[in-house]
């Protein structure tokens, strides 16, 4: 159900134009002098209740309302429900008496009232009406104390115990007390203990006017007390022992018995004083508080210590009232928001900003309303009421603090005022503004520099203000501010600010350069962070897209570090090989080219640092294994080798090249072997050998090698490669010429030739008897060579050579003749006896017979086999003709198969009179028949090679396994 005032706003908001131009006039009039085109930050509505009877007290809390009226009479209303109206008479218990004062606690159920004499002097009662219960009930631990003030326990949320509660009296008596509205066998009263506390009338008795307690909000025992007299207000703070130790707050007055009280002294002659504190809506813990007196108000901050018994207000002020306020007349009441006091008089409303001390806003009432009577605030909820003899409002609350950083501006209080911006852009440029300007007049720059930065002023006046004053350092944390607040698509902002800092780093590192301070921290730190600055990936995309204009500017710094490192980023490594190479820094030229260069950066820049560091690129070309191409390499190889001499580096790549890289390329071999020829011929035979002797799988061209190593003069090498060539006559005549083992060697390399074997070995007994006269040699190469005889080599002796020198060869080689020719007769006799025993086998075989009985079946269809012609082989198995053709043909060849599908196929066109008898007595379509008798029954299908053969062959053809599959699943 909607509230009172919920109704009304309903209810105006539905009215015609009259009712609502009556609305606005009603409402507060504001002077907010520097937004006068907001919204109020205060607005007012009057609840649609007249009280029946003037209105003396209101208090409200967790949105349960009472009313205390002229006549005694108390309204309760809950606003969740407020067509329900409770009204309390307490006419019959204050006869001759008059209600001095009605506290409500924050849970809005417990209600105390004290009452006391007409003129107010005088204590007569303390009501004490629980919320549930509407049943008043008299406080008698209470008499003869005229309460004037009351501190409920913020931590109590029970609707039948308040919990322990401090009550301030008349003659400055504290004490602390706990009521209950349940009602139990054996107990006196409703209160369940009632103890004094301190007694701050101890000179003269003094009214205490107010009264509140707070707990730490980081240690629940540690708690700050405020009471105020009429011009004094007292601070008590300490630890308490346990909220099961009753009276609760003893331990806390009881340090302060014994110590000198030094409160807050505002001289005075009103006749009470109002103390507020403001927390935030449904929190527990006070942020300040604001007490008014007849000096003015007096506002502080609560700062909560990590020990007790110290001061806990910070940034004490006292505000004076405004020139237009009678200050010789008492205010109704007072309470304190967030950033303001709100003052009630009995003709209006006036709100002070505490900050500033300025008046905000004044409201006046309606006359048919009466006087002002007071103000309260529900502090759970956080609304604000006002109550008059005969109206009732309620004040509601807009943004109370949108204003309060332009006043902490205005104050120079720069990090509040940004803090009270709350997040507002155009706000918090405006406070950047002010504070970057104090800073530049105050010359810091730096920190000017970065508030400039977050301002929405002009980029082009900022600049020149640190360009005009010389401050560099400055000027480069502002544009660095900048650029971190742009987007990537501002690409023109982006490239001026990029290019603008560029230049002012590029400057101070030469600068630093200039005056020998290369080493120097200052020079690394800069440096530093410049290369940090090109890591920003606006910087990056920026430098790409502007790369000429930001290599024009390294050039003329003649920087050639940070030239290196931003065509590295732009990964430009032909424009940073060059710069290297250029400025004779070929060693991190070949470092940027080994580790981020393209094989056709390497292809382009080899030669030059083949010349100028042989062995470092040689390493890098070992260390690039596959990736570059030896063939691609070979003309800046031959270069490197013809014109600056540095073939033992080159021969050092070739060997890596084909020995750990298999490289076969022909050429490449011919180079290799050009080189082994000028610089180590002692390598061309191993190399040759490694290659082996087949003329056409060696990776050289044999005729160019063959030329290289006769240049050379190596005549071992001429022979390998004459022999890989088949030129073994060749090969031998030449090792003839040095070396007679090397021609034996070489004579016995063509094995599967014999003849040519012979052939050679006769050129050696030749050389051998002929050149070298050496009859003992000739038979030792008799004996070494198994395919010549003594008869072939008498013709080269000459004649007067005696036979006695030849007589133990000659034997011998009568007697192999002699041992050939029994052998050769023990061979026939051995044939004879073979074909001999094959005639018998071929005899007994022709007589060999079976039987066949009307049941026999066969073997592959098993059906009877007299059902059609049938095969009957020797192992006793017996088969269809055609079911033995069938199952044998998938084992057989590809080529019989074809053979006999066309066999078949002949029968099948033959007729009858083509089968005539020819000279063998045999017709066509017989020995047709024969032929695929011979390849089909050959042999047993299941005894016979061709099964046995296929035994791996799997059951399944791999073409049909996918669909076998797939039929199964």
């Not at 290297?580 to 030229?589: D, M, S, V, Y």
């Not at 002929?770 to 009859?775: F, R, S, Y």
Request: aromatic share 8%.
């Amino acid at each position: 159900m909607a509230s009172i005032f919920d109704q009304y706003e309903s209810q105006q908001q539905s009215s015609g134009p009259t009712s609502l131009s009556q609305s606005i006039l009603g409402t507060t009039t504001f002077m907010n002098l520097k937004l006068e085109d907001e919204s109020a930050i205060f607005s007012k509505l009057r609840v649609s209740y007249p009280p029946p009877h003037p209105v003396t007290h209101l208090v409200v809390s967790n949105n349960h309302l009472v009313l205390a009226m002229a006549n005694k009479e108390l309204i309760k209303i809950d606003l969740q429900q407020p067509n329900l109206l409770e009204e309390v008479d307490l006419s019959k218990l204050a006869l001759q008496a008059k209600i001095h004062k009605v506290f409500l606690d924050p849970t809005g159920q417990h209600i105390l009232v004290s009452i006391s004499s007409k003129d107010g002097s005088t204590a007569v009662d303390t009501i004490y009406l629980p919320w549930s219960n509407g049943k008043p009930k008299s406080t008698s631990k209470l008499k003869g104390y005229l309460v004037t003030a009351v501190a409920w326990n913020r931590r109590n949320h029970s609707e039948n115990l308040t919990g322990s509660i401090l009550v301030g009296t008349s003659r400055g008596v504290i004490l602390e007390m706990e009521l209950t509205s349940d009602e139990k066998m054996f107990q006196s009263g409703h209160e369940q203990y009632c103890k004094v506390m301190f007694d701050l009338g101890k000179e003269g008795p003094v009214a205490i006017t107010a009264l509140d307690v707070h707990c730490c909000p980081n240690n629940d025992q540690l708690y700050l007390i405020l009471a105020a007299t009429i011009d004094k207000l007292y601070q008590f703070s300490g630890h308490t022992r346990g909220t099961e130790e009753k009276p609760l707050f003893a331990t806390i007055f009881n340090n302060y018995l014994a110590l000198p009280l030094k409160p807050v002294d505002l001289p005075s002659n009103w006749k009470s004083s109002v103390l507020q504190l403001y927390s935030v809506p449904n929190t527990l813990t006070a942020k300040h508080f604001a007490w008014m007196t007849e000096q003015g108000v007096y506002t502080a901050e609560i700062s909560w210590p990590l020990s007790s018994q110290d001061d806990m207000t910070v940034n004490r002020k006292l505000h004076t009232y405004p020139e237009n306020c009678d200050a010789s007349s008492p205010p109704c009441g007072m309470i304190v928001t967030e950033f303001h006091v709100l003052i009630v008089w009995p003709d209006k409303v006036c709100g002070i900003c505490f900050l500033n001390n300025q008046v905000v806003f004044e409201d006046r009432i309606p006359e048919d309303c009466g006087c002002l009577v007071g103000i309260t605030k529900d502090t759970v909820k956080g609304t604000i009421w006002v109550f008059a003899e005969r109206g009732v409002f309620k004040y509601k609350v807009d943004r109370e603090g949108r204003n309060v950083w332009r006043i902490h501006l205005e104050q120079g209080n720069y990090e509040l005022a940004e803090k009270h911006c709350s997040g507002d852009l155009s706000n918090l440029s405006i406070v950047h503004l002010q504070e970057a300007q104090d800073l530049f007049q105050k010359t810091h720059y730096i920190k000017s520099a970065k508030l400039f930065a977050k301002t929405f002023s002009s980029f082009e006046e900022v600049s020149l203000k640190f360009v005009k004053v010389g401050e560099e350092e400055a000027l480069k944390i502002y544009l660095l501010e900048k650029l971190t607040g742009l987007k990537v698509s501002e690409q023109t902002q982006v490239t001026l600010i990029v290019m603008w800092l560029i230049e002012l780093y590029l400057k101070k590192l030469g600068n630093l350069r200039d005056a020998g301070q290369r080493n120097s921290a200052d020079y690394h730190n800069c440096d530093e962070e410049f290369k940090s600055f090109l890591k920003d990936p606006k910087v990056k995309q920026c430098i790409s897209n502007n790369a000429g204009s930001v290599y024009g500017l390294l050039a003329s710094h003649d920087d050639q570090d940070n030239f290196v490192s931003i065509a590295v980023m732009l990964k430009d490594f032909d424009r940073v090989i060059n710069q290297l190479i250029n400025h004779g820094r070929h060693i991190e030229a070949l470092d940027i080219l080994n580790t981020q260069g393209s094989e056709q950066l390497f292809y382009q820049h080899i030669p030059t640092l083949l010349q100028a560091i042989p062995r470092p690129t040689v390493d890098a070309l070992i260390g690039q294994g596959k990736r570059l191409s030896c063939v691609r390499l070979l003309p800046s190889l031959v270069h490197a080798h013809t014109t600056h001499g540095l073939g033992t580096e080159v021969l050092r790549y070739l060997e890596h090249c084909i020995d750990k890289l298999d490289v076969t390329d022909q050429v490449v071999h011919n180079f290799l072997i050009t080189l082994y020829a000028c610089l180590s011929p002692e390598k061309l035979l191993p190399y040759l050998k490694l290659q082996g002797d087949d003329g056409m799988g060696v990776s050289y061209d044999v005729k160019f090698a063959l030329r290289e190593c006769m240049s050379a003069g190596e005549e071992r090498a001429c022979v390998h490669i004459l022999t890989t060539m088949g030129l073994y006559q060749d090969a031998v005549e030449m090792a003839l010429k040095f070396d007679t083992a090397l021609a034996k060697a070489t004579a016995n390399r063509p094995r599967h030739d014999q003849d040519l074997r012979k052939k050679l070995w006769l050129m050696i007994a030749s050389h051998v008897v002929q050149k070298e006269q050496d009859v003992a040699r000739a038979m030792e190469v008799l004996k070494e060579c198994e395919l010549i005889k003594i008869e072939d080599i008498l013709p080269f002796f000459p004649d007067f050579v005696t036979i006695d020198q030849f007589k133990d060869a000659i034997c011998a080689s009568l007697q192999d003749y002699n041992q050939h020719i029994e052998d050769l007769k023990t061979e026939m006799d051995d044939a004879s006896k073979a074909a001999e025993n094959i005639r018998k086998d071929i005899q007994k075989f022709k007589q060999k017979f079976s039987y066949i009985h009307a049941q026999d079946k066969c073997c592959e269809c098993n059906y009877p086999l007299l059902a059609r012609p049938f095969y009957l082989f020797p192992c006793s198995h017996k088969f269809h003709q055609d079911c033995l053709s069938d199952a044998i043909l998938m084992y057989l060849s590809d080529t019989k198969q074809r053979k006999i599908s066309e066999l078949k196929g002949r029968l099948l066109a033959m007729s009858n009179e083509d089968n005539v008898p020819d000279g063998s007595g045999w017709g066509v379509r017989d020995q047709i028949q024969m032929e695929i008798d011979s390849l089909v029954a050959g042999e047993c299908f299941y005894c016979g090679d061709a099964l046995v053969s296929n035994v791996d062959t799997p059951f399944i053809d791999p073409g049909e396994w996918e669909s076998l599959m797939q039929e199964w699943q």
